[in-house]
Nanobody
Framework: QLQLVESGGGLVQPGGSLRLSCAAS????????IGWFRQAPGKERKGVSC???????YYPDSVKGRFTISRDNSKNTVYLQMNSLKPEDTAVYYC???????????????WGQGTQVTVSS
């Protein structure tokens, strides 16, 4: 059974950093595209990063240069390093898997439970 568990969320001041983790079990993570998504209250869920099984990464303009996705195959874990955080980054962050051997276009059919990120002074 595929399972994804996010961690690392919390409260941070504007300009601060957080690193989110997405630990996978029940499958080999590097055979899948892993995406990070976020959803703020009253808003639709949006993708903020993705890493293909071949290691290629994708970011929307809203986070490009501030967020970095990476994968540690030995730990079967994907990370999202978030720097220069802004209040508008506040949301619940989810990781999701597409695959095996699907691109970042998905579909993403396995999801974690989410972790709250709050950026506020």
């Amino acid at each position: 059974q595929l399972q994804l568990v996010e961690s690392g969320g919390g409260l941070v001041q504007p300009g601060g950093s957080l690193r989110l983790s997405c630990a996978a079990s029940g499958f080999t993570l590097d055979e899948y595209a892993i995406g990070w998504f976020r959803q703020a209250p009253g808003k639709e869920r949006k993708g903020v990063s993705c890493i293909n099984n071949d290691g290629r990464t994708y970011y929307p303009d809203s986070v490009k240069g501030r967020f970095t996705i990476s994968r540690d195959n030995s730990k079967n874990t994907v990370y999202l390093q978030m720097n220069s955080l802004k209040p508008e980054d506040t949301a619940v962050y989810y990781c999701a898997a597409a695959g095996p051997y699907l691109p970042c276009g998905g579909p993403f059919d396995s999801w974690g439970q989410g972790t709250q990120v709050t950026v506020s002074s």
